[in-house]
């Protein structure tokens, strides 16, 4: 599944001129995840598919931090609330897919280069 998955993002990140991919730097999270899920499933291959997939294509691909990514509030930057799948902004009342809210803030966040 990880083959797949990261073939098909790869093929959809090079629709886009000068495609970059940012992941989060889950290297340590297993560590301090209280979600025992974690532990099964293989993300740290999915993203190393990824970077391999992704330079081969000569896309960049970069780690960011994953401090509050899915806290944060995409457009006021405030913490916020996440319940479940909902995120919601007490500060600016912007409320969103708590996965969407989090991946715009991946996207804008700076990030070091990955190697496969």
């Known amino acids: 599944m990880n083959h ?3 073939t098909q993002l790869v093929e959809y ?30 993300f740290s291959e999915l993203q190393q598919f990824i970077t391999y997939n ?6 960049r691909v970069e780690k960011v931090a994953p401090e509050n990514t ?4 995409s457009q006021c930057t405030e913490l916020g609330g996440r319940d479940g799948s909902k995120f919601k902004c007490p ?14 803030n991946i996207s804008h966040r700076g990030g ?5």
């Not at 992704?54 to 896309?59: H, L, Q």
């Not at 070091?112 to 496969?116: H, I, L, R």
């Open 4 to 6: 797949t998955l990261s």
């Open 13 to 42: 990140a090079s629709q886009f001129s000068n495609p970059v991919i940012k992941l989060e730097d889950l290297e340590n999270s297993r560590d301090s995840s209280g979600w025992t899920g974690v532990h099964s499933w293989p």
């Open 54 to 59: 992704a330079e081969k294509e000569g896309i």
């Open 70 to 73: 899915s806290q944060e509030c």
């Open 91 to 104: 500060h600016c009342g912007y409320i969103r897919h708590a996965d969407l809210n989090a991946a715009e």
């Open 112 to 116: 070091d280069p990955c190697t496969a």
